[in-house]
């Protein structure tokens, strides 16, 4: 048998970029062979096996035919015949079909080498269109890469269109969707992912609800960018070069969902699109079943951002129920990526990516007033129950009520 190096650890050496995780391909085994040698099958019909001590995957060469819709509609044939390039053909993009033997040498039948250089994604062959998935993967990898000058080759973007177009995408299952979608939004320039998914017309069957931001219009003194589907793409930018978490992206990406359903007539004003876009946030957080912390941070902060924004003008009442609906006391943590998900909402706009943000540290200074307020003298007067929760807020408002003063003095 033969093994070689194949796929991300290959392109990713010859980019130049540190490698995680190798991948690799057997060529002229069967599986009997595997196991005898100590690989570990990863499913049961599946050819896939893990390395005995480095865990790493190894698959057997293998053919793949399109027997339905979906995943599941593959057939797989891995047997000791199958060549090295018959594998390499089923892959989806040609830098990621190299292969690398134990001396260095590259074998690389679909010029991925010559694509690296061109800084092109371009598909292997037209079996590409059989895994809807492909899509994803490869708006993924432009938000990956984007740095290093790569774009997808057009024809690649045309068999996208065909696939977005022909309802295979409908067929992936929200656990696939959502592996390529917290990857892209991870990665240092995701709002590449979402105008890749745009150009081909996969937006518009994934998230129609993010798709429906372009082409309506803000108000210029405060969006000079104008378009919400574009300040959508600068907000999670901005939620990137801040390193910010796969939560707060996942907010940015969905916080103005409702300026979609604004009525014409109405531009460029969107009047209460806060509770609007609650139940297509919602809607987008179930289609693909995202976690449960990502879920409620972008419904949190699909309400409340503007609250964010007007911090400093916010009644001490206010400020106060929007500290009780983060549950600021037993949830420090969520209630600071609101805030930063509301500062890259801020600099999310066209000329003002710079702009300072002292609404971040009032929110904070808020928060710590509230939460230093002690229960102790409370209890030590004999409140308990309802009423103790009662003197709690109270008391807290009190605090907050004097927070301000000091801040406007
Ligand atoms: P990463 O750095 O994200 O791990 P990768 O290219 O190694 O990138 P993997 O998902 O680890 O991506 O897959 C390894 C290789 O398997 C890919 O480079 C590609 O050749 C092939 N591959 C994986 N998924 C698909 C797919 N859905 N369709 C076609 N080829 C795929
Ligand atoms: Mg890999």
Known sequence: MQIFKVGGAVRDRLLGKPVTDIDWVVVGATTEEMLAKGY????????????????????????????????GGFTFHASPEVTLEEDLIRRDLTINAIAEDDQ??????????????ARILRHVSPAFAEDPLRVLRVARFAARYAGLGFSVAPETLELMRQLSESGELEALTAERSWKEISRA??????????????DCGALKVLMPEVDALFGVPQPEAHHPEIDTGLHTLSVLEQSALHKQPLTVRW???????????????????????????????????????APKDCQELALLVGKYHTH???????????????LQSFDVYRRPQRFEEFIAACEMDARGRKGLEQRSYPQADYL????????????????????KGPELGEALKRERLKALKAYKEAASA
């Not at 939004?185 to 745009?198: C, K, S, T």
């Not at 604004?262 to 919602?282: D, Q, V």
């Not at 904070?364 to 409140?383: I, S, Y």
Request: glycine share 8%.
């Open 364 to 383: 904070r200074g808020a928060a710590k007033v509230a939460r230093e307020v002690a229960v102790q003298p409370l209890l030590e007067k004999g409140f």
């Open 185 to 198: 939004l991870m990665e240092d320039q995701p709002q590449v992912f979402i105008q890749v998914l745009r």
């Open 308 to 322: 964010g924004h007007r911090a400093l003008e916010l009644k001490a009442s206010t400020l106060l129920e929007l």
């Open 251 to 289: 907010a940015c990406l969905l916080h103005d969902l409702g300026k979609g359903l604004t009525p014409e007539e109405e531009w460029p004003r969107h009047i209460a699109h806060e509770h609007t876009g609650l139940k297509l946030i919602k809607a987008v957080n179930e289609r693909f079943k």
């Open 40 to 71: 570990r099958p990863v499913g049961a019909d599946f050819p896939v096996f893990l390395h005995p001590k480095s865990g790493e995957e190894y698959a057997l060469a293998r053919t793949e035919r399109k027997s339905g819709r979906g995943y």
């Open 104 to 117: 260095h040498n590259l074998t690389d039948p679909y010029h991925g080498q010559r694509d690296l250089e």
